[in-house]
């Protein structure tokens, strides 16, 4: 037992020499990256092998309050640490950027058909950039205050909980301070985003420390004007044979949409009110508003497939329609919440991906956020406003308009003239400029969510949108990516 018994005992000694090698390399490495390495996640139930990394966890906003913003960050597929730093908000107000944007649309992971596993999406953004979600604001998701009137909430202290979850972000992940920043969303992100830069901006004008490298501000379907974004939606059921022309026409010459309001939508004619009514019945309840051409997903079936372990995955035109109800039961799961380091309070309610405890602002929702675009251009910074066609809820007709109303009053000229985008030999939709700062683009056979109906042109155009170049609009570029 002498000489091979010292061996083993020399053996297990360098293995736990070597051990704390490893430890204190690792250590030092999230130490100098500036990583919280209690916020790693180091896997989620079901993921498909990755080589990025990702970290999920709160950030406490208002500790008196006891405030706290849940965020799940990923990164950049290959070469993070060269690569800028992509904020993705979901609208509502009150709907999850975790459950929308992170696992639906632009992030690494799709919920599988069985709602116990994740599959990889081919086509996230995180192939151009790092990515943060935000569930905001406290009260939707897994953010919550532990003071119940913080979830009467609206615009002003939305902007600013997210302007502070921003700085104290940057103390966690402190080597991200002086990267690029993209700050993007959708829907009702149209009101989130723009008011979050103007804050940003602000805190740009006083600090004499640190600063906000804003680099460009894009928005899709986003709400920007309400009286011009309603009236669009009828225009749109009109234009698509949805409704007939009786109307259509009834609408489009009754209703006085410039006195339209969140808070009063109904100080409008008895004929127009009538039109309307009877425009929603016809659409009915069997078309997707946010996206027409897509089939619907019949929920009971699905739960049902769901408790029973099975796939339950219905594919319309290459895209699962009840990828949400397989999101929500995939969140819900104990072990998912505990690899993500979330719903830390045990909330009494189940995650969901609009909120049912928020009570947001229903004036708010009537703000013109024009004049904010229109500052936002004036500090240099590109606004890119893009518009899934296939969307009744925010259309392209009544954002075009707009973004046209903005480079007028920016005295902008075109400098692309409106016309086809081009992608993978096809139209990815269409695209106008002005003034080198504001481009208008619609992306083709796309909804209100663009980058879930299609993957492939969303991340070209947001790989444009990044890297500051046009969408390409002479000739067909070839079919490589």
């Known amino acids: ?123 996230s953004w995180n192939r151009a950039s790092n990515l943060l979600f935000v569930e905001s604001p406290a009260g939707v998701g897994w953010s919550y205050s532990n003071t119940t009137s913080d979830y009467n909430t609206g615009d002003a202290s939305t902007a600013n909980d997210m302007y502070l979850f921003m700085l104290k972000w940057y103390e966690k992940f402190p080597t991200f301070r002086t990267r690029e920043l993209f700050l993007t969303g959708e829907s009702y992100a ?7 830069a103007d804050a940003l901006l ?22 920007l004007r309400l009286d011009r974004d309603i009236p669009s939606t009828y225009e749109f059921f009109w234009s698509h044979g949805m409704i007939s022309d009786e109307i259509g026409l009834t609408i489009m010459n009754e209703c006085e949409f410039d006195d339209y309001a969140f808070a ?12 309307i009514s009877e425009a929603n019945r016809i659409v009915g309840d069997y078309i997707n508003n946010y996206d027409v051409i897509l089939d619907v997903c019949y929920p009971s079936i699905v739960e049902q497939e769901l408790r029973l372990k099975k796939m339950a995955t219905k594919i319309s035109l290459g895209v699962d329609v ?3 109800y397989e999101r929500r039961f995939y969140f819900n799961l104990p072990e998912v919440q505990k690899a993500l380091h979330a719903n830390r309070t045990n909330l009494p309610h189940p995650w969901s991906m609009c909120s049912s405890v928020l009570n947001y602002s229903d004036t708010d929702g009537n703000i013109n956020i024009l004049p904010i675009l229109k500052r936002i251009i004036q500090n240099h910074i590109p606004v890119w406003v893009f518009s899934g066609d296939q969307d009744s809820v925010v259309p392209l007709m009544g954002s075009r308009t707009l973004v046209r109303e903005l480079a007028h009053d920016l005295k902008f000229n075109v400098t692309v003239a409106y016309g086809a985008w081009f992608h993978k030999g096809q139209v990815g939709g269409w695209a106008t400029e002005y003034g ?44 490589d990516d």
């Open 1 to 123: 037992m002498n000489s091979e018994g010292n061996m083993d005992k020399g053996c297990v000694e360098m293995g736990r020499c070597w051990l704390v090698g490893v430890l204190i390399v690792v250590t030092h490495t999230c130490l100098l990256e500036g990583y919280p390495s209690e916020d790693l996640v180091v896997t989620l139930p079901g993921q498909p092998k990755v080589e990025f990394r990702q970290y999920a966890g709160y950030v406490d906003v208002d500790v008196n309050h006891g405030r706290s913003l849940f965020y799940y960050f990923v990164e950049a597929d290959k070469d993070p640490h060269h690569k800028p730093l992509t904020l993705w908000l979901n609208g509502g107000p009150g709907c999850s950027s975790i459950g929308g944007g992170a696992f639906t649309e632009l992030g690494p992971f799709y919920p599988g058909g069985d709602g116990r596993s994740l599959r990889r999406n081919s086509m």
């Open 190 to 196: 149209g009101h989130y985003i723009p008011q979050l």
């Open 202 to 223: 602000n805190h740009n004008d006083v600090s004499t420390d640190f600063k906000f490298n804003i680099k460009g501000v894009a928005i899709g379907n986003p709400l």
């Open 264 to 275: 009063s939508p109904h100080n409008v004619s008895h004929s127009c009110n009538h039109a």
């Open 322 to 324: 009840c990828m949400t």
């Open 436 to 479: 080198n700062l504001l481009t208008f683009a619609t992306v083709r056979g796309a909804a209100h969510m663009v980058p879930y109906a299609q993957p492939s042109r969303s991340l070209h155009l947001f790989t444009s949108f990044l890297r500051g170049r046009r969408l390409p609009n002479a000739t067909p570029p070839s079919t």
